[in-house]
């Protein structure tokens, strides 16, 4: 049962997308009916499975050979991802089948479909052999689906920037895997509590290495935006519940062994905070709505991080759920407003009069990324900062500014994207088109989710979610609430007051402003250190390779010609003058023995009986000493036989 | 059994050449057949080889030849030539399948092909080492002839390069085995009593010489950097299938040969050098990964592909000879992953190359920039070049992956460093197949190739057939990762 929690989406997906061999035949209504009935029910049945696995808390093994085992195991942790994922996909798959066009519609449920049942995989692990299966493949399949839609040849270009950005990463899950398996031999989570010294530190920076990545966080930031390219419910998909989501909830499910590396904590609480501000200031700056959204995933998985390294798993474990329905359904409302004005620039939005029910919706997802009570997001984004809190005063008060800047950048899409027309303004553009009502359900069913949440701030559900965790929740005290209130309400205040003045935008169009908006210019620096230098080197070497390398070869033929040209000079020379005095040494021999043979017939006969034993005492030592030689000559001969075939054919 | 795998390949070569009047048609037949007969032969042992067995050799045949020398016809398999060998089969009947352009000659190519069969199977089967060394020279002479008649450009002259420099190897290696087998008393040429004596344990330097002879001449034939460069040139220049039997068979006898003699008759001295060995292969993994990625023609970018992948299985193998005693389990596990990488690499590059003889059959071009845009067009031809080029760059699921994770977690054990460097090869491997996909086949579709036609029947099923194999491989490991551990285990000892 525990396998086919992955392998249930993966075959429906490839199921799925099998219907594109029919799809050309039937009307597109029913495609998008089989496609959407389909995929519903899968992840219907799948988040039913996840659940049920989770309470029977559900193990199992399977032998991949070699002596290498891959297990999965639905422990707590697991079992809260297992079940998000399913409900989160949900809306977001059957928004897609609206959504996007219907051309290649099969084959990107199908992909999504097959993604989540890769997530899966990768949530239920219990050793690192099936982590890393999981974890590439979700990378892969991301490539996929950001380079979806082919035929402009910058989808795939970003598309593979993504993935090598996060490949990178991977092979922080390799190096941990090796440590793992040098010092304890097993790459099972359940073994790995023994991992010390040299060993452990290699095995949690290769884990923090693959996390960072995989949770673009600081220098690998930029290939969220890069994944942008992928049509809007893949970036939905990817940032809530998916992929992106896999970083922090390794550390959550690995942190018992993690935190044993005396530097782990101080290391990810460092990561987590500077991605979160210097994302926040990205967000707040970002004209794009996808970019802006992108940003900001980068930022609460920031906070996740900082929660991770204060020590509170449970923090980050909680704060991913209330983040993965929030950011699920801003996506989607990005989308309706893309679909409705062709763009995704915030400039061209401000649909709040003409969509009122897609920009009440929206508010509610935008009031959650704000952190305002009584949504569960704000619940969990205070408990970062009560986390941060525990671990020194100051590094709480700064979690604190960087949840400000969230309610910056919340406010800023609210107002930009789905703001009331504005009086003063011209009269606007004609929409393309409206939400449809299955995009309206969509956001709906997400919206009621992040109010679902608000659960959260009830007491009793803390103390039930610590019992099933065996974790703890950090006591919050009630400045930080209130500090962190009154920070949202000014934030709130000071975007909105410089919307009044139209100044929300501006910003942007400045030198600085854009360098900050596009990273500070972290994906031109890593195209210049790292990109071009590569691609430089490559082709250096490969005209080294056939220059130098090879040319060395044929310097050697060429040398070799030489040494046979002179070989056969000195052939001429040397042995033809050899063998032109030898017959002259013996004819004088002959001579002279002529005239010693007249000595005596006898004296000869003896020498000659003499001679001849001796040349059978030799020639039997011959036989038995001179064979290994004898066999040199005949392979030799054999291969000379094989060029002289060769040259002549 | 297995010296009918051997020898009716010869006997179907020679029925070609002795007799007239073969079209193409059934030339191409009787050669898909005849090539056929080795792989149900291999199947069977396959079914009756034992992993759990504690003897190394198994379904061993033996006649005497040269008692006096020790030398005998010997062959038999452990669970690396048993791997290997069936891989071999398969090959040869994909290389002999897939269409290909036999110039008016179609009797002469299958005879050659058929007559390569002999020389490899031949090769991965044999347990003596004089009849290892005919098959290795005999499978020289096959491929330059498939190269030199067959190729395209200026292939006399690659084919020459091929033969010349393997040649050299060659007999860098007879000199070795002649440098090992001196020192057994009585003399004896078979691998599994050399295996046994280790001759020149303790004697210093002439172990170091015998070690740098077969390394020289298999590191050539490998290829490592920097005896590759007869490598992109060949394959250029090859007709597809031979390519595809230079990379997937052909490359395998280096490093087969590598395991089979030093690694394992001259363990001191290879544990002594593995260090260097290692570096070597790390070498050719980056080396061979960069240069790939500097290409702008797809054969060649293949081509320098398989310099990088044949330098994941030196650095699992010098890993795997690393130690003499300790950390077995992650030796084992680095020399099964070597192993895989060479069953995985045969088949995905084999595939590759098969693919770029399709490219060249329509459009008689290989530069990636003159195309553009084909997934549209050729969807069948785009889907497998997607599948094998995943597979290539190590995507779990497939069967590289298999490999190169074994291959460095196991040399994580012994190499840490080397391991550590070698991991960016499957970085950049990523990135040169990526935009490879790229290149070729995503944007906008050039219009002169607007009526390139898909993959035909006979194309689509011999790629089908060994993509199967690679998902096979990579979903479900364990038939293969069993048996070929078996020869680990008994190798390297436990």
């Known amino acids: 049962m525990t396998w086919s929690l992955a392998l249930l989406p993966l075959c429906a997906g490839l199921l799925l997308w099998a219907w594109q061999a029919v799809a050309g035949r039937r009307s597109v209504a029913t495609t998008r009916l089989v496609l959407a009935g389909g995929a519903a029910s899968t992840l219907v049945a799948l988040g039913a499975l996840a659940g049920w696995a989770t309470v029977l808390h559900a193990r199992a093994e399977a032998a991949f050979g070699a002596g290498l085992v891959l297990s999965a195991e639905l422990t707590a942790e697991a079992g809260v991802v297992t079940v998000l994922v399913p409900v989160i996909a949900l809306p977001i798959v059957v928004y897609a089948v609206w959504h996007e066009e219907a051309a290649a519609l099969p084959r990107l449920v199908g992909l999504l479909l097959v993604f989540t049942g890769a997530m899966e995989l990768l949530v239920v692990a219990a050793d690192l052999l099936t982590l890393l299966i999981g974890w590439e493949l979700v990378g892969a399949l991301s490539w996929a689906l950001i380079g979806y839609e082919w035929e402009e040849i910058e989808n795939p270009q970003q598309a593979a920037h993504a993935f090598n950005a996060t490949r990178f990463g991977d092979l922080g899950l390799f190096v941990a895997a090796g440590a793992a398996?040098?010092?304890?031999?097993?790459?099972?989570?359940?073994?790995?509590?023994?991992?010390?010294?040299?060993?452990?530190?290699?095995?949690?920076?290769?884990?923090?290495?693959?996390?960072?990545?995989k949770s673009a966080q600081v220098v690998f930031a930029p290939w969220l935006f890069s994944a942008m390219a992928g049509p809007t419910p893949v970036s939905a998909l990817l940032h809530a519940a998916t992929m992106v989501a896999a970083g922090p909830y390794l550390l959550v499910r690995l942190f018992d062994v993690l935190d044993g590396a005396p530097w782990f904590g101080p290391a990810t609480l460092a990561i987590g905070l500077m991605t979160a501000l210097a994302a926040g200031a990205v967000g707040a700056l970002q004209h794009h709505a996808k970019r802006l959204l992108a940003a900001s995933t980068s930022a609460q998985y920031g906070l996740m991080f900082v929660a991770v390294g204060a020590g509170y798993p449970l923090v980050a474990l909680i704060h991913l759920v209330a983040h993965a329905a929030l950011k699920a359904l801003l996506f989607l409302s990005a989308g309706v407003g893309q679909a409705a004005t062709g763009s995704y620039e915030l400039a061209r939005m401000r649909l709040g009069s003409r969509l009122p029910v897609t920009a009440l919706l929206t508010l509610v997802g935008s009031l959650a990324l704000a952190a305002i009570p009584p949504l569960g997001a704000a619940w969990s984004k205070e408990r970062v900062v009560a986390a941060a809190t525990h671990e020194a005063v100051w590094l709480g008060v700064v979690t604190l500014g960087a949840g400000a800047l969230s309610a910056v950048y919340a406010t800023r899409f609210q107002l930009l994207a789905f703001g009331p027309t504005r009086s003063e303004q011209p009269s606007p553009r004609p929409l393309v088109r409206g939400p449809y009502a299955v995009e309206t359900g969509a956001l709906a069913y997400l919206a009621a989710l992040c109010v679902g949440l608000g659960a959260l701030w009830w007491p009793a559900s803390r103390r039930a979610l610590e019992d099933w965790t065996g974790s703890v929740?950090?006591?919050?005290?009630?400045?930080?609430?209130?500090?962190?209130?009154?920070?949202?309400?000014?934030?709130?205040?000071?975007?909105?007051?410089?919307?009044?003045?139209?100044?929300?935008?501006?910003?942007?169009?400045?030198?600085?402003?854009?360098?900050?908006?596009?990273?500070?210019?972290?994906?031109?620096?890593?195209?210049?250190?790292?990109?071009?230098?590569?691609?430089?080197?490559?082709?250096?070497?490969?005209?080294?390779?056939?220059?130098?390398?090879?040319?060395?070869?044929?310097?050697?033929?060429?040398?070799?010609?030489?040494?046979?040209?002179?070989?056969?000079?000195?052939?001429?020379?040397?042995?033809?003058?050899?063998?032109?005095?030898?017959?002259?040494?013996?004819?004088?021999?002959?001579?002279?023995?002529?005239?010693?043979?007249?000595?005596?017939?006898?004296?000869?006969?003896?020498?000659?009986?003499?001679?001849?034993?001796?040349?059978?005492r030799d020639t039997r030592r011959l036989q038995t000493g001179m064979l290994h030689q004898y066999y040199i000559i005949v392979a030799v001969g054999v291969s000379l036989a094989f060029v002289v075939a060769a040259v002549w054919r | 059994m297995l010296t009918a795998a051997i020898f009716i390949p010869l006997a179907g070569a020679l029925a070609l050449v002795a007799t007239r009047d073969w079209t193409a048609r059934a030339a191409r037949a009787f050669a898909v057949a005849v090539a056929a007969v080795p792989l149900v032969l291999l199947i069977v042992a396959w079914l009756r080889f034992d992993p759990g067995a504690g003897e190394l050799f198994q379904l061993v045949e033996e006649v005497e030849w040269i008692p006096t020398l020790g030398v005998a016809y010997r062959v038999g398999v452990d669970g690396i030539a048993l791997s290997l060998a069936s891989l071999t089969a398969l090959l040869f009947v994909a290389a002999v399948a897939f269409p290909a352009e036999h110039q008016g000659r179609p009797r002469q190519y299958y005879a050659w092909f058929l007559f390569l069969e002999m020389a490899?199977?031949?090769?991965?089967?044999?347990?003596?080492?004089?009849?290892?060394?005919?098959?290795?020279?005999l499978s020289l002479v096959g491929m330059y002839f498939l190269i030199g008649l067959w190729g395209h450009g200026d292939s006399r002259r690659a084919a020459l390069k091929f033969f010349v420099y393997t040649?050299?190897?060659?007999?860098?290696?007879?000199?070795a085995i002649l440098g090992l087998v001196l020192a057994t008393d009585p003399m004896t040429f078979d691998m599994a009593a050399l295996i046994e004596q280790q001759p020149l344990a303790g004697t210093g330097a002439r172990a170091?010489?015998?070690?740098?002879?077969?390394?020289?001449?298999?590191?050539?034939?490998?290829?490592?950097?920097?005896?590759?460069?007869?490598?992109?040139?060949?394959?250029?220049?090859?007709?597809?299938?031979?390519?595809?039997?230079?990379?997937?068979?052909?490359?395998?006898?280096?490093?087969?040969?590598?395991?089979?003699?030093?690694?394992?008759?001259?363990?001191?001295?290879?544990a002594e050098y593995a260090f260097f060995i290692g570096v070597v292969g790390v070498v050719s993994i980056l080396y061979g990964a960069l240069v790939a990625l500097g290409q702008d023609n797809l054969k060649r970018r293949i081509a320098y592909t398989s310099v990088n992948h044949m330098g994941y299985t030196i650095l699992g193998i010098a890993a795997a000879g690393g130690l003499l005693t300790g950390s077995e389990q992650a030796r084992q596990l680095a020399l099964t992953g070597a192993t895989v990488e060479m069953v995985a690499h045969g088949l995905i590059t084999g595939a590759?190359?098969?693919?770029?003889?399709?490219?060249?059959?329509?459009?008689?071009?290989?530069?990636?920039?003159?195309?553009?845009?084909?997934?549209?067009?050729?969807?069948?031809?785009?889907?497998?070049?997607?599948?094998?080029?995943?597979?290539?760059?190590?995507?779990?699921?497939?069967?590289?992956?298999?490999?190169?994770?074994?291959?460095?977690?196991?040399?994580?054990?012994?190499?840490?460093?080397?391991?550590?460097?070698?991991?960016?090869?499957?970085?950049?491997?990523?990135?040169?197949?990526?935009?490879?996909?790229?290149?070729?086949?995503?944007?906008?579709?050039?219009?002169?190739?607007?009526?390139?036609?898909?993959?035909?029947?006979?194309e689509a099923a011999t790629l089908g057939v060994l993509l199967a194999l690679v998902v096979l491989i990579g979903v479900f490991p364990r038939w293969l990762l069993d048996v070929i551990a078996s020869g680990s285990r008994l190798l390297l000892g436990s």
């Open chain 1, 473 to 616: 929740v950090p006591a919050g005290a009630t400045w930080e609430v209130v500090a962190s209130l009154a920070l949202a309400a000014a934030a709130i205040y000071a975007v909105w007051a410089a919307g009044r003045r139209q100044r929300l935008l501006q910003p942007t169009l400045l030198g600085p402003g854009r360098a900050v908006a596009e990273w500070f210019g972290l994906p031109t620096a890593v195209r210049r250190v790292v990109v071009d230098p590569s691609l430089a080197l490559a082709h250096a070497l490969a005209r080294f390779d056939d220059r130098v390398v090879d040319a060395g070869v044929g310097g050697v033929a060429v040398l070799a010609g030489r040494a046979a040209g002179a070989l056969a000079r000195s052939d001429d020379r040397v042995v033809d003058a050899g063998v032109r005095g030898v017959a002259a040494l013996t004819g004088w021999a002959a001579r002279v023995l002529a005239g010693l043979g007249e000595l005596g017939v006898d004296g000869s006969v003896r020498l000659l009986v003499a001679t001849v034993a001796g040349a059978g």
């Open chain 2, 208 to 270: 170091g010489f015998a070690l740098l002879g077969f390394l020289l001449g298999f590191g050539i034939k490998t290829p490592v950097v920097p005896f590759h460069t007869w490598l992109p040139a060949a394959h250029v220049e090859a007709p597809a299938p031979a390519s595809t039997i230079l990379a997937g068979v052909l490359l395998k006898m280096g490093t087969f040969g590598i395991i089979r003699i030093p690694l394992a008759m001259l363990r001191e001295s290879f």
């Open chain 2, 120 to 137: 490899s199977l031949g090769l991965f089967l044999a347990l003596d080492l004089l009849v290892f060394y005919v098959f290795f020279d």
């Open chain 2, 352 to 458: 590759l190359f098969l693919i770029t003889g399709s490219f060249w059959q329509r459009a008689r071009d290989y530069e990636m920039d003159h195309y553009g845009g084909l997934a549209r067009q050729v969807p069948m031809l785009t889907g497998a070049s997607v599948l094998a080029s995943f597979a290539s760059l190590g995507l779990p699921g497939l069967a590289g992956f298999v490999a190169e994770f074994q291959i460095f977690v196991g040399t994580f054990a012994v190499f840490p460093w080397l391991a550590a460097i070698g991991l960016l090869g499957i970085l950049i491997t990523a990135a040169l197949f990526l935009q490879l996909l790229q290149r070729v086949f995503f944007g906008e579709l050039p219009s002169r190739w607007s009526d390139l036609s898909d993959l035909a029947g006979s």
């Open chain 1, 181 to 213: 398996f040098a010092s304890v031999g097993s790459l099972s989570y359940a073994e790995l509590t023994v991992l010390d010294g040299t060993a452990l530190d290699v095995f949690a920076g290769g884990i923090l290495l693959a996390a960072a990545a």
């Open chain 2, 167 to 175: 040649l050299a190897g060659s007999l860098s290696i007879l000199l």
